[in-house]
């Protein structure tokens, strides 16, 4: 299956940002890239995740980043439901932020460089 661009409904927009939430036992998310941003947050269940040729297998609680024009896609493993919520926003929401020098680094080691990353697993229930 060939990935598709996926224009967000959100572009043109004056707040580029969406959120979405997903259930299913099967596909979650299927492949596909963007421009923008994205964080997914695996709530419960164990997934496989796709980011270009990369595959991770995760399980909930996990938070994962997925950086623009990355192919992306997630399915539900051993047939159990899972559900994800995802925030897909678009760079220019950060544009203000960079004149600190934390988030100067931030988008120079996670944004600026595009590498594929390990899922950051598991993050602390403050985050919840």
Same mark, same amino acid.
């Given at each position: @299956? *060939? #990935?598709?661009?996926?224009?967000?409904?959100? /572009?043109?927009?004056?707040? !580029?940002?969406?959120?979405? /939430? &997903?259930?299913?036992?099967?596909?979650l998310v299927r492949p596909h890239w963007h421009d923008h941003l994205e964080f997914i947050h695996l709530l419960e269940g164990t997934v496989q995740v796709h980011? *270009?040729?990369?595959?991770?297998? &995760? *399980?909930?609680?996990?938070?994962? +980043?997925?950086?623009?024009?990355?192919? %992306?896609? @997630?399915? #539900?493993? %051993?047939?159990?439901?899972?559900? =994800?919520?995802?925030?897909?926003?678009? @760079?220019?929401?950060? #544009?203000?932020?960079? /004149? %600190?020098?934390?988030?100067? %680094? &931030?988008?120079?080691? +996670? =944004?600026?460089?595009?590498?594929?990353? /390990? !899922?950051? &697993?598991?993050?602390?229930? *403050?985050?919840?």
């Amino acid at each position: @299956m *060939d #990935a598709l661009k996926k224009i967000e409904p959100f /572009e043109g927009k004056r707040f !580029p940002l969406r959120m979405t /939430e &997903v259930k299913s036992s099967y596909h979650l998310v299927r492949p596909h890239w963007h421009d923008h941003l994205e964080f997914i947050h695996l709530l419960e269940g164990t997934v496989q995740v796709h980011i *270009d040729n990369r595959t991770f297998i &995760v *399980d909930a609680p996990a938070i994962l +980043f997925i950086n623009s024009c990355k192919i %992306h896609s @997630m399915q #539900a493993l %051993h047939g159990k439901s899972c559900t =994800i919520r995802g925030i897909i926003f678009d @760079m220019s929401l950060l #544009a203000g932020s960079l /004149e %600190h020098s934390e988030s100067q %680094h &931030v988008y120079a080691r +996670f =944004i600026q460089t595009a590498p594929i990353l /390990e !899922p950051i &697993v598991p993050l602390s229930s *403050d985050m919840e």
